[in-house]
């Protein structure tokens, strides 16, 4: 009951609900601010006067799934935003004249994924879009006129992944696979041929490839790694291929830039091994970046900048609280804070995140990991707690992603129920590097699935970790990691939580989206080639659902019925093989979700039965149900009696 009172349960809304607002923009011309924000409890953009953001006003109208994506167009006067259908990722784009308030759908077609490929100061009415209605593989390139809702086709495409376009919407560059799974990037030839300008090998296609042009288009910054470890950024001459350094680190990948609004010069690049490190390119900003750093405490990014450069939006990232957001006048080296990204989150106490513990695996790699520790397990603050603790590994996604120091609400969520939690990122993982990339290759269930053991015998060698009491859970490749870690290991973990996670590996690469195919070469080559017989052996080696009987301890899935990147097969073929052999597996589907899921009832839903389902094994406190299915569309086909209390706030709800 002390530890109770001493360290209150925060409730799950506050930790998965709605942010109050995010993606904080400044219009081009700097006169106004905008931001995602709900309304009536959906995910709405809003839009006020850049002084006094309390006054602005919902602009878009999405009733149910909530807007995740937008940006303002060069006008000052149209909002752009992509949508889906109950996680389809079938985007169609949208626009809002804020004068008029007129809304327009301008790709209104089934089964169509449309991109907004390119926006640019020099045509404000006009944006490049990518469609891929003539041919599912491959999004042509259109003109779309904002105003009218014209479109007019300026490239077929029969053979390219990608589109390198400038700021006088001229397309440069084109990218597409080899078979060996490296890339050639191609220019045109003005006489509607491509020829080959630059090739990327296998072993740089991770860690290589264009960012972006200069003003005039004559320079293409590129992220390069080839005949070097780490990607740095070069500028690219685009007629000589001449490139010139402009910024590298031994230790970590580039991980972001800022480049002058309208000058388009590079001015600062960032590079993440444990921390984020911005190094200074341009003097010019110098004094600003110095400035901002004795604002407030966190990682610094400057999210958005207005043409003449004057206002920045500011955003600093903690890793013990809400984000922070400030109104940066450039002229004025002035900062004025705005607000919080989750106002009910600023008085909480928070978990830190430790400063990130370097891993070493079994053959000598170098995993960076962060762990948080529950409030008053480590009093005297040596980052171990008094006595081991239960502990969930959760695996990131991907897997060519990575886990980053910040503030992480699933930490913080079972921190706050007792738990160790322990991020590591195993090989494959970006940002170190590309021999750390490509030491994953081939490596599925094998090598990386090892360094997450490799991480969980750090965590119990060093007192942090009871090892009778250890979880795994993710989504993605980390859902996948889970269903490894139950048939590979199964006597590593006392339970599991996989969220969209493929358990065939086969049937995975055999159902990718059609505009996916175009890198099929990508997947050969890093998961195992499913055209081949040796390819198929390894993959099916390598997929949890031959090894069903190995399970032994309890699992949990959740999964969106319309996911197009791992489809609810996946799910279903390991529930059903488990229910075969007579295995308990509790399934949780969502009949209007995706990859993930993106209604917040839907995600506290799922989140109010995981932490019952874990409390049951691992032991550690949670949040009764109570009204978290409330507006959610939560089914459980499977299993729902293996989770204390699900069955009855099931019947609780349907009554």
């Not at 738990?419 to 290759?441: C, E, H, I, P, Q």
């Amino acid at each position: 009951m002390e530890t109770e009172e001493a360290d209150p349960l925060i409730p799950r809304e506050l930790l998965f609900g709605n942010p109050d607002k995010i993606t904080v923009r400044t219009s081009p011309d700097g006169s106004r601010i905008s931001y995602l924000a709900p309304k009536d409890g959906v995910l709405n953009v809003w839009v006020g006067p850049i002084e006094d953001p309390e006054a602005a006003e919902p602009v878009t109208n999405d009733t149910y799934r909530g807007i995740r994506s937008y940006s303002w167009a060069y006008t000052n006067e149209h909002i752009l935003y992509i949508q889906d259908k109950d996680g389809d990722e079938n985007w169609r784009i949208y626009s809002v004249n804020l004068s008029s308030g007129e809304m327009k759908d301008h790709t209104p077609f089934e089964d169509v994924q449309a991109r907004i490929v390119k926006v640019s100061r020099n045509f404000p009415e006009e944006i490049i879009v990518g469609i891929n209605s003539r041919d599912p593989e491959y999004h042509d390139l259109y003109h779309l006129n904002i105003d009218t809702g014209k479109m007019t086709l300026i490239q077929e495409n029969r053979y390219f992944s990608s589109f390198d376009i400038d700021d006088n919407y001229t397309v440069r560059f084109a990218t597409n696979m080899t078979c060996d799974g490296g890339a050639d990037i191609f220019r045109p030839t003005g006489d509607g041929r491509w020829e080959v300008f630059s090739k990327i090998p296998m072993e740089d296609v991770i860690t290589t490839g264009p960012v972006g042009f200069n003003k005039t288009g004559e320079i293409l910054y590129m992220v390069d790694s080839r005949g070097r470890n780490t990607a740095a950024l070069f500028a690219m001459d685009t007629h000589t291929g001449v490139e010139t350094l402009i910024a590298e680190d031994p230790k970590a990948d580039f991980s972001g830039w800022m480049v002058h609004p309208s000058e388009r010069n590079v001015q600062a690049v960032a590079f993440t091994y444990e921390r984020k490190d911005w190094q200074v390119i341009d003097g010019s900003v110098a004094d600003d970046l110095a400035f901002l750093a004795t604002v407030d405490d966190g990682d610094i990014e400057v999210v958005s900048r207005s043409l003449d450069d004057r206002t920045w939006i500011v955003v600093y990232v903690v890793d013990d609280g809400p984000f922070r957001y400030y109104r940066y006048d450039s002229k004025k080296k002035e900062a004025e804070f705005l607000f919080t990204n989750r106002k009910d989150l600023e008085d909480l106490a928070f978990a830190k995140m430790m400063i990130p513990a370097v891993i070493v695996s079994r053959d000598g790699l170098n995993l960076v990991s962060y762990y948080t520790l529950p409030l008053g397990s480590d009093p005297d603050g040596d980052g171990r707690p008094e006595e081991p603790l239960p502990m969930v590994l959760y695996v990131h996604g991907g897997p060519w992603a990575r886990d980053v120091w910040d503030y992480n609400p699933a930490h913080q969520w079972l921190a706050n129920r007792g738990y160790a939690v322990l991020s590591a990122n195993f090989r494959g993982s970006t940002g170190f590097g590309k021999d750390f990339v490509n030491a994953g290759n081939l490596e599925w269930g094998a090598k990386m699935h090892d360094d997450l053991i490799d991480a969980v015998d750090w965590a119990v060698g060093e007192g942090i970790a009871d090892p009778d009491r250890v979880a795994i859970m993710g989504g993605s490749y980390g859902g996948y990691a889970t269903l490894v870690g139950l048939t590979f290991t199964p006597e590593v973990f006392a339970c599991g939580v996989d969220i969209v996670g493929p358990s065939n590996l086969t049937t995975l690469i055999e159902t990718i989206p059609p505009y996916w195919q175009p890198q099929i070469e990508l997947f050969a080559t890093r998961m195992g080639d499913h055209r081949t017989e040796e390819g198929r052996r390894l993959l099916f080696e390598r997929s949890p659902i031959n090894r069903v009987e190995n399970i032994a301890r309890p699992l949990l899935i959740g999964q969106g019925a319309n996911d197009p990147r791992v489809s609810q097969n996946e799910s279903n073929q390991i529930v059903g093989a488990m229910q075969e052999k007579g295995i308990p597996v509790t399934y949780v589907l969502y009949p209007d979700e995706g990859h993930g899921f993106a209604r917040p009832e839907n995600r506290i839903s799922f989140f109010a039965i995981a932490e019952a389902f874990l409390s049951e094994h691992l032991g550690g406190r949670f949040e009764p149900v109570g009204d978290a299915f409330e507006n959610s569309t939560i089914t459980v086909p499977v299993g729902a009696e293996e989770v204390p209390g699900l069955k009855e706030a099931l019947f609780d709800r349907s009554a």
